[in-house]
């Protein structure tokens, strides 16, 4: 049957270069044949060449052609509830092994072989990982097809293993090819063009990727690293393309100010908690000086979640002449009114650190970059004023940065005793705050 | 629980370390103190150290030590049969996508997760494919450690898909340490050491593996051709190392004389078929004057299904007087004997014929070559008498060798009928001989 | 005494170090020392260690300091005169090969052996590289350095021969910092930043340039090559970005529109024409479907040749009536009246055809470019009004543009017959002009 | 001229292919033709192609045709004795820049430039060197060519500059081919298969070698180095296979055992002090552990100077007694015998001891292994009785070794006093010898 579908897709493929419009997309006419074909027959003898096909017909289709297709793999090339039912009943009555592998092996999709084979045309799994980019824009609509992004995922993450990952070192001699993309994916401080990129890879930079063998020149995550004196506590001058490069050889610290996934189709697959602390050998091996790893971070649900604070009448956050003092904040530029500015940084540093450490969704931190860091057994280290007064700064942290410090004597424990408890673990300093 | 194996088999490896005894292997005693410590617990936040621990441990282990540890991986870290049966009970009831997804978590046993985080540690590829090759050692003897094989060739099966192998030349110019592996993994023509191989990748001579990335250095399967004209019916002359060699330019057939895999921890994992394939591609990209891809190959079962035949009364094969003809077969030498060759030739011939299209084992053809190339679409080509007169040729083969043809534009159709019927696709000389 | 030179110039650049003002320049007074130091002594033995700080002291020198070593190297190590007149009388009496080596000996300045020992350095070859560069910027005004630039030049030309040089394509995969070094080079069309250049390394476009081993990253020299249809006869489709890349399959012409020299200091070392016709052997083979190379090339000389046979009263190149046809030349908005356009078309067509062809300075041709593609063995072969209508384009060529063509078949011949009689190959169409 | 040169051998190159007689080689007719052809003419513009037809009939040229070659460079394209004797009345005359550089122009053989232009062809360096290998050969029979050598060794020393060459560590990762000429070049201690090589390159053991980019795959010379502890004394037991490797790091000494040359057409330019120099830094930055760095070295010139010695009436070298007991020397197995041997030590330890020490040839040290070890700032340490018993060992050496000390602090100090005064540097311990 497998065959069936990866032939029928392949000879539709073919047919349908022919049969594309004068704006090169399918027709739903060509989408029918496409499904009708799927079930004639060829022969499995011609090894990737059929993978070849799909992979061709799949770049063809448009975006009505590709939710066809999803909905073919989903239903019938979905798991076949019967065979299930009946092995599952078997494996209750006898248990033993034959009756669990008869199981194992009727749980498991068609589609997940669909995909093992799809993988083998040139450029395999890249056309994978971009059809779960796809699945994954128009899955909230079409919420039967999770079954399907649940394969992939399960897939991708075996293919995606650490253990396969490559760290590589970004700089002024790396590829163009590549640095175009990390300007294109910078998620965190949007990159303005190859100057900016320029200052970020000069020499007391770092920048470091992981990059997977199957997508030879894709970057699947970076982080940007700024060497430095002492905790930095604002990201405006680590971006600055006027300051002078410094000697990396006399930095004591070093400040991951910014880490981006590139991979949509690899969403929900884990690779920052591993590309850190790698970094953080990396460099401590190569720059002996460095004495202290901490992260730049925003704390991006903070506003969010003052404001649900502030419209519960029930919190008792706030005093009523905090609540008062807050006001301005809803001005756009109340950070610019010196004044105003010093007289609502206690409260907000206090909040933020109550924020930070007591905030939960679902038992764990309700911030998400304190989650992720604080879940890779870092130490919530400082909260810095005004750290980011971008537009995009303000309005989700109040301009508030903070430290992430990563002490390899203290990783472990923190990520214990968070296992444990979900405690954050924090400094005095921060402790002083609360 | 995994968290736990990890950690009790890391802690352990450390401590091993220090109880080896002076033949550097475990005691008894220190296995016994690796499956108690399996319970205690430590942080995940460790990265990759954890796993690195574990390797280190396993290569530590004496064979003892290996099936210890085998038989914690099978029991404790084995499916949950319970947790299988409730889910399976409920998705019967259900039938839903979650109640489905539920069963497909339960019926994954543990140590899956555990070889993916192994797989992490620097080398941790190597370390699991020698882990299975390990294991396959002691299987025959450990029949209860089948499910755990399972595993383990499921995982390995999806890591070292076609589309993550590259395949690369072998010639004079590659590093000495793979030629080293191709030497000593050599399974069909044994080679005599450097200059033996030497002659094998002169001009005249090509040779391709297949290499994945996690194991650099480590050919998985390897392929001789040499570039000859008309089909080669005799293995000597391509394996005299006398013989000057030719201008590849001018041949006009590529006969793949030799195919070795060299990792048995991924045996039952077919790399096969693709080689053959992509070898035919390249060659004919690079070599436009090659006109036919054969293979030279032995028919390792035919002596002892002759003998069968001659020992079952019942066979219709033989008529009395060939029965008195085959007597001498059982002499030494044979084939010295010019007057006896001649006359045993027709009949070994026409017997050798039946066997390579006849003979079946559960539907398919009984010898394991034909099985494999007529499964991949090819044709059997042409027999040969006395094509290997080696010990090993005549005691298995009768000294007969065979040409497999792999016509591109016939092998879907050969793979496709024999899919169907089960039939041994054959050239009107081969009919001729039946 | 080269050894006291060697050793001076290392003492002194570690002490120059210390000397060195707050603006990082030696003073006056170090350079002095420089000077002094230079007669003491020191190991050869050191190896490669003198040689780096050599090259050290030299990167410390600002711009008067580097006259004061060039100054140096040309008089204490320049050629020996009471030497080479003894050495050369004794060979003009003995005329046999050891008074011939002696003279031979005798006439190679100690300050080339400097050079070769410099050149051990790390990174020594740039070094030396550089020095000439900045030898070049001075020389107009230090005549008396010319000497030292003779050796200088004798030496790079030496070990820049064609044979070390290695040939490089150049394209989006290349690293930044080539591509960096591409913007700031291009001598012909300026390029505008990194979108720019991205166009012109697009899939119908090519680019090549030379390395050579010991400059690694930096080009020598490169070409820009577009591939299209027919004979291109104006840039601005050439640089337009808005234009959408075509198959470079389907090209049937590859123009060279851009051929830039790197390296001041290796001013006067021929690199273009290898690299334009090894440039034509790598299309040839990559893309069968291309017929037609040619340039499209300015006529820096032809305005200014034209204005000083307008000054001369006895040229007899133009009629009155031409003459005050002209006359509009001098208008900065000339081309854009298109009236105006085609009453000077067939005048300035015909002057352009007839300078190219006949204007001659020492029995060459006039234009430098005509020189060097006419000298390459090429061929003119079109002239194309209003090709380039840029500033530059209009003052320096009357906004002409020429395609000079390689034609394998003709190169010999058109060669040859240039360096016999000094005739500019050109076509049936040109002639016409004329 | 020099045009007329390379064409007309290009051209009788492409004859001659035709007129090889069967055994492959020229015939004397067809020498014959090379010569008057040589007077042709051929365009320049066909960039490399006429050097590579040059190599080419340069590769088909058998003893007698290389020699014929040889002495038309020789002759007619060696220096210009009337123009140098003109130009050099000249430069006598006038002493200004323009007339030296007439002489320096002059002085120049076209040969030069033939180099020049046939090493732009492709493997151009190659044939070169080969070609300076064949004139070696026949050099002592055709003195002649002396003109002709020296030309190629000027122009190769100076493209094989140091600062051209890179050093490469070999390993069992090198390709099989580099590894195959190191068998076949080691010169010190023969290599007995890839067996032996394969003991040479284990963990306890470095082998580096220099390569040129335009010889790529071709070791210039390369040094083999065993990391041990203390003084090695003996070789037997560096080159024994069955000695288990040692771990590295453990190691506090470097003894650099044997140098080979494997270029002979580079004799006479001088790699070896470079490479050890180059080498010792790399071993000190990668195995901290190291505190020595030393040879085990043969004594070569020994016993013939003994022999002399002895041969020599007027000697005071060896009392009467010690003349005696130097007698069974001239026996073939002396140094089996324990009791003859322990009487000989004393004696011949002291002798080598004043051979090492005092023996001079024109003012520098006799022994060639010490002239290159001491010239290099290395110093005596250690005399070794019985340190090589092989048959050549004995023959030269009397079975002696010795260890020269690259000592980093002391190498400037030795090679100075060596240079001023040709004192052999030594060890207290090598004093009391003497």
């Known amino acids: 049957m497998l065959n069936q579908l990866l032939n029928s897709i392949a000879d539709a493929g073919r047919d349908l270069w022919q049969r594309r419009g004068a704006d090169g997309a399918l027709s739903t006419d060509s989408i029918q044949a496409l499904c009708d074909d799927l079930l004639s027959t060829r022969g499995e003898a011609s090894g990737i060449a059929v993978a070849r096909d799909v992979a061709h017909a799949y770049h063809a289709l448009d975006a009505e052609g590709r939710i066809a297709l999803f909905s ?94 490559t760290l590589e070192r970004i700089d002024w001699h790396t590829p163009a090819d590549i640095l175009e993309r990390l300007i294109q994916y910078e998620a ?33 995550i970076f982080v940007e690293v700024a060497l430095v004196h002492g905790l930095a506590t604002s990201i405006q001058p680590l971006l600055d393309r006027t300051e002078e490069p410094e000697d990396p050889a006399g930095a004591d610290t070093a400040i991951f100010y910014s880490i981006s996934n590139c991979q949509n189709g690899l969403a ?47 919190s008792d956050l706030l005093s009523m002449d905090e ?81 992430y410090l990563y002490d390899l004597k203290t990783i472990e424990r923190n990520h214990e005793s968070f296992a444990e408890t979900g405690a954050v673990a924090h400094s005095s300093q921060v402790r002083k705050l609360i």
Chains 1, 2, 3, 4 share one sequence.
């Not at 190859?194 to 990727?209: G, I, P, S, T």
């Not at 908690?273 to 190569?286: A, G, P, S």
């Not at 909040?351 to 905030?359: D, I, K, S, V």
Request: glycine letters at 8%; proline letters at 6%; a positive charge.
């Open 72 to 165: 073919i793999l989903s239903d019938r090339f979905g798991p076949d509830t019967k065979r299930i039912a009946e092995t599952a009943q078997t494996f209750r009555d006898r248990g033993d092994l034959d009756s669990y592998l008869a199981l194992s092996k009727a749980i498991e999709p068609p589609r997940q072989e669909f995909f093992r084979r799809l993988n083998m045309a040139p450029g395999g799994t890249r056309t994978i990982v971009e059809m779960r980019s796809h699945l994954l824009q128009v899955l909230p609509e079409h919420k039967e097809l999770k079954g399907l992004d649940e394969d992939l995922k399960h897939i991708l993450s075996s293919w995606f293993n650490r253990g396969f990952l």
């Open 323 to 403: 609540f008062d003092q807050l006001a301005p904040l809803s001005q756009d530029d109340w950070h610019e009114d010196e004044k105003l500015g010093k007289a609502l940084r206690p409260v907000l540093m206090r909040l933020c650190a109550r924020y930070l450490t007591e905030a939960k969704s679902r038992g764990r931190p309700a911030d998400p970059v304190t989650r992720f860091h604080i879940g890779n057994g870092a130490q919530l280290e400082q909260i810095n004023w005004m750290g980011d007064t971008s537009r995009n700064g303000l309005t989700q942290s109040a301009g508030m940065l903070v430290n």
């Open 268 to 314: 929900g697959i884990s690779f920052g908690n591993f590309l850190i602390k790698q970094v953080v050998h990396e460099l401590t091996r190569d720059l002996p000086g460095l004495k202290k790893f901490a992260t730049l971070s925003p704390v991006p649900g903070f506003c969010r979640w003052l404001e649900s604070q502030m419209a519960d009448s029930e």
């Open 188 to 220: 965190v401080h949007r990159m303005d063009g190859w100057d900016d990129l320029r200052r970020r890879l000069a020499r007391d930079r770092r920048c470091f990727a992981f990059f997977h063998p199957a997508l030879p020149g894709e970057p699947l």
